[in-house]
């Protein structure tokens, strides 16, 4: 696993904090933003949808529309599990340990 040093410097410029972030953590932070944002337009879409065609007149939406929420639930979970999985993984380094 590749790991990468970034140094951001505060207000004082002699004080430099050293954050590290794996491969991994990049990856599941992105996967995450990613799913949350098609589940977004999932849900968008299956709103549209149903202001479009809004089922029948029992109140019942059509199976497309459930179809789309049901997606759009799913991967928001998805994306809520890429955060937890990132905000799991240490990304400091003990005192004394090498990188």
Request: negative net charge; hydrophobic residues 40%; glycine residues 8%.
């Amino acid at each position: 696993m590749l790991i990468r040093v970034v140094k951001e410097t505060t207000l004082d410029p002699s004080c430099q904090v050293g954050v590290i972030m794996s491969d991994f953590r990049i990856l599941t932070v992105t996967t995450g933003g990613t799913l949350r944002d098609i589940a977004k337009q999932a849900a968008a879409l299956a709103t549209g949808l149903q202001n479009a065609a809004p089922g029948d007149k029992a109140g019942t939406p059509n199976n497309s529309v459930a179809y789309l929420f049901a997606v759009s639930e799913s991967l928001a979970k998805s994306a809520d599990l890429c955060e937890q999985l990132a905000a799991t993984e240490t990304n400091v380094p003990k005192p004394g340990q090498s990188i």
